[in-house]
């Protein structure tokens, strides 16, 4: 009878602490919106302010934006848009039950499946940032004569920021383009995870286009933001949406820098100066561990460094800067080989995401400064974008933004690896051009 209760009462707390998860996010709305002219596109950053609110993605031509609402605030919101007149709809009424599913699915993934080894990862579930961290170790012991692991410094809070090498030649062909990579800047971006780990995936374990393994050096970074990323995965999925670094510098209310804001390129001018903003610039040009990494890292193959690509979630765009609307001096070729990646991905794509839209981040959503990528361009690589992944769809018809569909997992890292070498062979030609090797 005791034990009986027992099991009764364990198996009530087990409900329990299932049904615990992403409680701040009970009842908060996903709403597409669009915006017919510049008036309206001002009235939304003023709503979002003003509400607080996180946008999703910004609208763009003849591209609806995405806002998540709590259920406190959906009353206002939807009172304010249908007073200025700007559409809009609900796309998820409760995220909650979305988040719900995606925890559900990628823990049963992972409980079915052996852990990391030199054989490679399955591509259906996320890897945590300890799992990533373990892998690029063991990647470089197995495979010695490619792979090198670097540890590039440390996080805020102290997490070693290691990245791969890989190289036929040991970094020491100089005829030789360096590709950078690098993805999760952005800790709630999780699907992006795929497109490093895939790429890892193709230059060293199963080698399908010999010349992407030979022709070029590569430089990956999986995980840019480890802190932001690891509490992404924190206390019952409350911060499920963290975008930020965890800087403790500017006071315990609210923390984090928006380390995409906080390179050393237009800085401060597209970016918000408020430290509870999601895009909070910091203290000035690289105050944060992460960016001074990455800094490094290129300055370090500045000389080579041919195509640098950070990849972001979510909306199919492939974006260039300058994020001020100003444009680079081979726009027009930038332009094209931007196109040439996106078709390259929109031929293999799932039918129920959009076309990969291209062009300049200010003139296509908004004004954006201090970027990763726009820094690189400003110490003179020639080409460098900002992919935007595609939002997730579990079922056609549903956009679920930061959500992780498992079923998607290898299509994002297959599709975007479509685009990348279609980018690196343009490079590796532009590459030959310039330095006098054709
Ligand atoms: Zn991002």
Redesign the pocket.
């Given at each position: 009878m005791r034990a009986t209760m027992h099991r009764a009462l364990v198996f009530v707390l087990l409900l329990g602490v299932a049904y615990a998860k992403f409680e701040n996010y009970e009842g908060t709305s996903v709403y597409e919106f669009s915006v017919k002219n510049g008036a309206e596109a001002k009235l939304m950053q003023q709503l979002e302010k003003e509400l607080d609110l996180d946008i999703w993605a910004h609208p763009g031509p003849s591209r609806p934006g995405t806002v998540l609402v709590p259920k406190q605030l959906k009353g206002e919101f939807e009172y304010k848009l249908k007073f200025a007149g700007i559409q809009h709809k609900v796309q998820v009424d409760n995220i909650k039950e979305y988040m719900e599913l995606e925890d559900k699915l990628l823990t049963s993934a992972k409980s079915q499946r052996a852990n990391v080894t030199a054989a490679g990862l399955s591509f259906d579930r996320v890897y945590t940032w300890e799992d990533i961290d373990q892998y690029l170790e063991v990647l470089a012991e197995a495979y010695p004569d490619t792979v090198t692991v670097v540890n590039g410094g440390s996080s805020v809070e102290r997490r070693p920021m290691k990245y791969l090498k890989i190289s036929t030649t040991n970094f020491q062909d100089k005829s030789k383009p360096v590709i950078y990579m690098q993805s999760l800047?952005?800790a709630r971006?999780w699907i992006?995870q795929a497109a490093s780990l895939y790429a890892i995936h193709r230059l060293v374990i199963d080698v399908t286009e010999r010349d992407m393994r030979n022709d070029f050096d590569w430089i990956i970074v999986p995980v840019a933001n480890p802190d932001g990323f690891v509490h992404t995965h924190g206390i019952s999925g409350t911060f499920r949406y963290w975008?930020k670094n965890r800087s403790t510098d500017y006071g315990l209310l609210c923390m984090g820098v928006d380390l995409?804001r906080n390179f050393d390129v237009i800085f401060g001018t597209g970016s918000s100066d408020n430290v509870c903003s999601d895009t909070f610039h910091g203290a000035g040009p690289f105050s944060e561990p992460e960016t001074q990494v990455i800094r490094d890292i290129i300055a370090e193959h500045k000389d080579r460094m041919e195509l640098f690509l950070d990849i972001?979630?979510f909306g199919s765009w492939i974006l260039y800067g300058y994020g001020n609307g100003t444009l680079p001096a081979n726009a027009l070729y930038t332009h094209l080989i931007g196109v040439q990646m996106a078709q390259a991905i929109d031929a293999v794509k799932k039918s129920y995401n959009p076309d990969y839209v291209v062009g300049n981040t200010a003139l296509m959503l908004y004004e954006a400064s201090g970027s990763a990528a726009d820094y690189a361009i400003s110490v003179g690589v020639p080409f460098s974008y900002?992919y935007?992944l595609p939002g997730l769809r579990f079922d056609p018809g549903t956009l679920f933004g930061f959500l992780v569909d498992p079923a998607f997992i290898e299509q994002a890292g297959f599709e975007t690896w479509e685009g990348i070498k279609v980018g690196a062979r343009y490079a590796r030609n532009s590459y030959r051009a310039r330095k006098g090797l054709l």
């Open positions: 800047l952005h971006e992006t975008r995409n972001h979630s900002t935007e």
